[in-house]
């Protein structure tokens, strides 16, 4: 057997049109999962840069600055958790009515709340697509090999022999599929929770500030977080 009448390219050339669909749909998850793992983790490295912002946001003279120290991204959840905040206790102070059926501390509670679980989904977004992959791409791949095999053993009972040769390398070339599912499965699973990871320090980092912010309007000043009886003053203003 010639090894050039073996491999992928032969494996495609032979095949039928199952097998090419199950290697195409191997490809087009594998893509897929590649675009989420790198669109994601250049998210990540974005957040990680936004987060490093917030001690000059705390430095700032007012809110007004702390903000322009946060960005202009829109897409940046700190400056958004901080916004919210800010248009929570603004509406607050201004309707009356407000003081009668909800505390400040618990209205400003639910928005900053609402504003992490926003980013939460946005963060959150793409990993069903690494999780689906992760988990069905084996058995894609392990349908292929017995799809394969099954075809194999058929046109080797049709030409009447059995020897070594004429069997190792169709049986080899349906393996194949099955390597093909784990090799696209094993980077979906590897990024899938090398991304849970992440998005886990952007939501500490987002809870945190969110208690920060929270302190900040409904006292004044902003709780240390190298005491929780010393707290840094930051000058209100919008």
């Given at each position: 057997?010639?090894?050039n009448?073996?491999?992928?390219?032969h494996?495609w050339a032979q095949?039928d049109?199952v097998?090419?669909s199950?290697?195409?749909?191997?490809?087009?998850?594998?893509?897929?999962?590649?675009m989420?793992?790198?669109l994601k983790?250049?998210?990540l490295?974005r957040?990680?840069?936004q987060?490093r912002q917030?001690?000059s946001?705390?430095?700032?003279a007012?809110?007004a600055?702390?903000l322009?120290?946060l960005g202009t991204d829109p897409?940046?959840?700190?400056?958004?958790?901080?916004?919210e905040?800010?248009?929570?206790?603004?509406?607050?102070?201004?309707?009356?009515?407000?003081?009668?059926?909800?505390a400040?501390?618990?209205?400003?509670?639910?928005?900053?709340?609402?504003?992490i679980?926003?980013?939460?989904?946005r963060?959150q977004?793409?990993?069903?697509v690494l999780?689906?992959?992760?988990?069905t791409?084996?058995?894609?791949?392990?349908?292929g090999?017995v799809w394969g095999?099954?075809?194999?053993?058929?046109?080797?009972?049709?030409?009447?022999?059995a020897?070594?040769?004429?069997?190792?390398?169709?049986?080899?070339?349906?393996?194949?599929?099955?390597a093909l599912g784990?090799?696209?499965?094993?980077p979906?699973?590897?990024?899938?929770n090398?991304?849970v990871r992440?998005n886990?320090?952007v939501l500490h980092?987002l809870n945190?500030?969110?208690h920060?912010?929270h302190?900040?309007?409904?006292?004044?000043a902003?709780?240390?977080?190298?005491?929780?009886?010393?707290?840094?003053?930051?000058?209100?203003?919008?």
């Amino acid at each position: 057997m010639n090894i050039n009448d073996s491999g992928l390219s032969h494996l495609w050339a032979q095949g039928d049109i199952v097998t090419r669909s199950v290697a195409l749909l191997l490809l087009v998850m594998s893509l897929a999962s590649w675009m989420v793992i790198i669109l994601k983790a250049l998210d990540l490295r974005r957040y990680a840069s936004q987060s490093r912002q917030i001690e000059s946001f705390w430095h700032a003279a007012d809110f007004a600055d702390g903000l322009n120290k946060l960005g202009t991204d829109p897409a940046n959840p700190f400056r958004a958790l901080a916004l919210e905040g800010r248009e929570a206790a603004a509406h607050h102070n201004a309707q009356a009515q407000l003081h009668d059926s909800m505390a400040a501390s618990e209205w400003l509670t639910r928005t900053l709340r609402n504003s992490i679980d926003e980013s939460t989904s946005r963060l959150q977004g793409g990993l069903a697509v690494l999780a689906s992959v992760g988990s069905t791409a084996p058995f894609v791949g392990l349908f292929g090999t017995v799809w394969g095999i099954y075809h194999a053993l058929m046109a080797i009972s049709a030409a009447g022999q059995a020897t070594i040769d004429k069997v190792a390398g169709p049986i080899g070339e349906a393996l194949i599929m099955t390597a093909l599912g784990l090799a696209v499965a094993i980077p979906a699973v590897l990024g899938y929770n090398a991304l849970v990871r992440g998005n886990k320090s952007v939501l500490h980092k987002l809870n945190r500030f969110a208690h920060d912010l929270h302190a900040y309007f409904v006292t004044g000043a902003r709780v240390s977080s190298a005491s929780s009886n010393k707290v840094v003053p930051m000058k209100k203003g919008t």
